[in-house]
């Protein structure tokens, strides 16, 4: 099977087309550095040709108010090619809760994309993950000092890349779900928890304060970003993760 993978030189994307090619796929990495502008639509149309799947993985380069204008266009341009180029199944990867928090722009940005994707002319599939370990520093790194991370007591379910990566290329090469898979990590934490976890984990000193105004997650309500009873869990836990990073 020949598939598309769009921002396949990413840190999902760049694994999707390694085990594809490694289970004897035609996986085609489709990324401004392989000539390809989602953008414009420059490159996309030989990117495409002979493609039965795309997988796209791309993401806005920012999370303010041109996130949804950076969906809008990507997608359109994608489900334009994507039909003249004979596609038959268009994959996408999402936030699970993601039609839950309106407060943050780019999760309406994120929902506008699905929509665009539902109500476009091929089959499709929304895979919808939860927050990866590999982005657990990051967030931690929006609200912290030389002394103190602030973190909101906000639900989470984080799940390894690796393990999004494997629910990707599950979907991708099945049929089209036309609907939506949730995918999580097998542990639940609160995210100030998961900071104390984390600082533990690598001996770092500083103390994690709940604060319910901290950071992007602050605006998110209950437990929206926990997922669904239907979700697949992945294998992986956050702790062994953690020594294994190490």
Do not use: C
């Amino acid at each position: 099977m020949r598939l598309t993978i769009v921002g396949g030189t990413g840190l999902i994307g760049s694994q999707v087309v390694r085990q594809l090619t490694e289970l004897g796929h035609d996986a085609v990495p489709a990324a401004p550095s392989t000539g390809v502008d989602l953008i414009t639509g420059a490159g996309l149309a030989e990117a495409l040709e002979g493609a039965e799947v795309v997988v796209n993985l791309t993401n806005s380069p920012t999370f303010d108010d041109k996130s949804p204008d950076f969906f809008r266009t990507t997608m359109t341009n994608l489900l334009d090619a994507g039909a003249k180029a004979g596609v038959r199944h268009q994959v996408i990867l999402s936030i699970v809760g993601v039609d839950r928090v309106p407060e943050l722009v780019y999760y309406r940005a994120k929902t506008l994309q699905e929509e665009l994707l539902r109500e476009g002319p091929t089959p499709y599939s929304i895979v919808r993950a939860t927050q990866f370990f590999e982005f657990v520093d990051a967030v931690m790194s929006w609200s912290s000092d030389d002394e103190t991370v602030r973190l909101p007591a906000t639900p989470v379910q984080p799940i390894a890349a690796a393990d999004v990566v494997a629910a990707i290329v599950d979907v991708a090469v099945g049929a089209p779900l036309r609907g939506i898979r949730e995918i999580a990590g097998p542990d639940r934490f609160t995210l100030d928890e998961l900071g104390r976890v984390t600082l533990a984990a690598r001996q770092d000193a500083r103390t994690v304060v709940t604060d319910a105004s901290a950071g992007m997650f602050a605006a998110v309500p209950g437990d929206v970003l926990v997922p669904g009873p239907d979700a697949r869990l992945a294998a992986t836990r956050y702790r062994d993760w953690l020594r294994e990073d190490a």
